[in-house]
């Protein structure tokens, strides 16, 4: 008699699990159909409220000590507070909630604070200061060119941070005094801050909507550079003149129809910058 041969083994292939979405990609299509446009970006600082209309900064460090301190001086300030101590977990709350300011570590382990500002850019112009470990131009340039508004240096006292968190969120959302300005091609809308081209929303960044505006209204005027660091982070800041260079090189990417032959900011050579009167 014959045997029994058994059940036969199944020989389809073995399901593949789906492919990872690189974390870097993540933010891009956080709260948004894929293929979709990304939201258009607010500046406004006051979107960032959590709990009883405080406003929520996301502080970034992997040193357990530091951000308790940065947590507990926020706090008294009257901020909520959300730590992490890591640039993925990072990307995460910036997706799952709405921020007023982020405190970013340059130096994190894994996924560094330069690819997290740069991710956090793509959709969002949440202000963010970058806080780095060393005095040397090269790391503070870095983190500016990568999007951050604004930096701190550590050591810092707890006091200093409490201050420059306040003055980038003053800066984010305070309008000017003229409502409409033109910088080229380029309306700014003061009392929105908003820019658009032909119609279209423009993505600039807190710092990079005030330093135009900045120059539009004087069209024609050269600014030396620690003017225009005057203009849009106030006089009771300590800054660096090649901070202004790295955001003009941002604008300039975003505005200007060919960003090696800038026709809106033009460079006086020797002096700074001034806005080409239209």
């Known amino acids: 008699p014959s045997q029994d041969p058994g059940p036969t083994p199944d020989r389809r292939r073995p399901r593949r699990p789906p492919p990872a979405v690189p974390?870097?990609?993540?933010?891009?299509?956080?709260?948004?159909?894929?293929g979709s446009a990304p939201p258009g970006r607010r500046h406004t600082a006051l979107r960032g409220k959590g709990r009883?209309?405080?406003?929520?900064?996301?502080?970034?460090?992997?040193?357990?000590?530091?951000?308790?301190?940065?947590?507990?001086?926020?706090?008294?300030a009257g901020f909520e507070v959300v730590t992490v101590?890591?640039?993925e977990a990072a990307l995460a709350i910036a997706c799952s909630r709405p921020l007023?300011?982020?405190?970013l570590d340059l130096r994190l382990p894994g996924?560094?604070?330069?690819?997290?500002a740069r991710a956090i850019r793509r959709d969002s112009a949440v202000p963010i200061i970058m806080v780095t470990a060393g005095v040397e131009e090269d790391d503070r340039l870095r983190g500016l060119e990568a999007g951050a508004d604004d930096y701190i240096t550590k050591p810092f006292s707890p006091r200093e941070l409490v201050a420059r968190v306040r003055a980038v969120l003053r800066r984010s959302a305070l309008p000017a005094d003229r409502d409409v300005l033109r910088a080229g091609d380029v309306t700014l809308d003061v009392a929105r801050l908003t820019a658009t081209r032909d119609g279209q929303p423009m993505d600039l960044t807190s710092t990079e909507f005030h330093l135009l505006a900045a120059l539009a209204r004087h069209q024609g005027r050269v600014f030396t550079r620690g003017q225009l660091l005057d203009a849009i982070r106030g006089d009771t800041l300590d800054a660096?003149?090649?901070?202004?260079?790295?955001?003009?090189?941002?604008?300039?990417?975003?505005?200007?129809?060919?960003?090696?032959?800038?026709?809106?900011?033009?460079?006086?050579?020797?002096?700074?910058?001034?806005?080409a009167e239209s």
């Open 85 to 87: 101590g890591s640039g």
């Open 240 to 275: 660096f003149d090649r901070a202004i260079d790295a955001h003009v090189k941002n604008l300039r990417r975003k505005i200007e129809r060919d960003p090696r032959r800038p026709a809106i900011i033009l460079t006086v050579y020797g002096m700074g910058y001034k806005c």
């Open 100 to 103: 007023a300011l982020i405190l």
């Open 23 to 34: 974390v870097l990609d993540r933010v891009a299509t956080c709260g948004r159909r894929p």
């Open 111 to 116: 996924l560094g604070g330069i690819d997290v």
């Open 52 to 76: 009883g209309d405080l406003q929520t900064i996301l502080v970034v460090e992997d040193d357990r000590q530091i951000a308790e301190i940065q947590r507990d001086y926020l706090q008294r």
